[in-house]
């Protein structure tokens, strides 16, 4: 059961980092599916997530855009000899598309239907992962966000591993004052074997990984959008990445 990562996941963007939770990202559907479902997945979407140095995708945001209902209506002119609106083309059924906003929505452009994450992974990997693909799903969902100005892949994947690490930050700290019930039952795989890493020396290695990571999009991505967040913090950082303006 994934709810009470993504909970601890949602406090963090509102009380940690401060971003406002856009439309419906609180009731995102999170999923734990086997690699199989996950690469189906994965497949359906895109190779948007593949390129890291890790060893495989772990974590998906799915997202659809349009622009609210699409409804037809014929293309019409105005006739002056019969003073009436006349319909074009009436041989080859010549239409536009009218669309109507879906009002419920910060953006009736874009909406986020399920996050997936991978199964059998230890627990705070598994919140790292997710906060991960809500900051995806916080992007897609932003009321500035224009699938038609797509965000270049090392820009968007870095500022999403940056988060990752954020928060892997985060957990070290609350766990450090104690503050670990949430995360008690919350995945399978979380790290209580005397014989095996402790999970505050899982988190590190998982911080190191972001860290290390020599691959374009999620690697350089994370060290380019670290730097802009020790200099402009993450609200103004992401808001830049998806409008373009409000930096000096």
């Known amino acids: 059961d994934a709810k009470p990562l993504w909970a601890l996941v949602v406090r963090f963007f509102e009380d940690v980092l401060g971003l406002t939770l856009w439309g419906t990202m609180r009731d995102t559907p999170v999923l734990v599916v086997g690699f199989d479902a996950l690469n189906d997945q994965l497949q359906s979407a895109g190779g948007a997530h593949s390129g890291s140095s890790q060893i495989m995708t772990r974590g998906l945001c799915l997202s659809e855009h349009q622009s609210g209902r699409r409804i037809p ?18 041989e080859e059924m010549g239409f536009t598309q009218f669309q109507v906003p879906d009002p419920s929505k910060t953006n009736p452009n874009s909406s986020v239907t399920a996050i997936l994450c991978l199964s059998g992974l230890p627990s705070d990997l598994t919140a790292s992962i997710l906060a991960h693909e809500a900051t995806h799903a916080w992007i897609k969902l ?47 795989g979380s790290s209580t074997d005397a014989a095996g890493p402790t999970d505050k020396k899982l988190r590190q290695y998982f911080k190191f990984s972001i860290e290390t990571d020599e691959s374009d999009a999620y690697g350089i991505g994370y060290r380019a959008a670290a730097k802009a967040y020790a200099a402009i913090g993450i609200e103004d950082l992401l808001n830049f990445v998806i409008t373009g303006i409000g930096i000096e």
């Open 142 to 188: 932003h009321p500035s966000f224009d699938v038609r100005r797509p965000i270049p892949l090392q820009v968007e994947e870095g500022c999403c591993q940056l988060v990752a690490y954020l928060f892997l930050q985060y957990l070290d700290s609350i766990k450090a004052e104690g503050d670990s019930s949430s995360l008690s039952a919350a995945a399978p």
């Open 73 to 90: 209506v014929q293309r019409m002119h105005y006739d002056q000899d019969s003073g009436r609106f006349c319909a074009d083309g009436v």
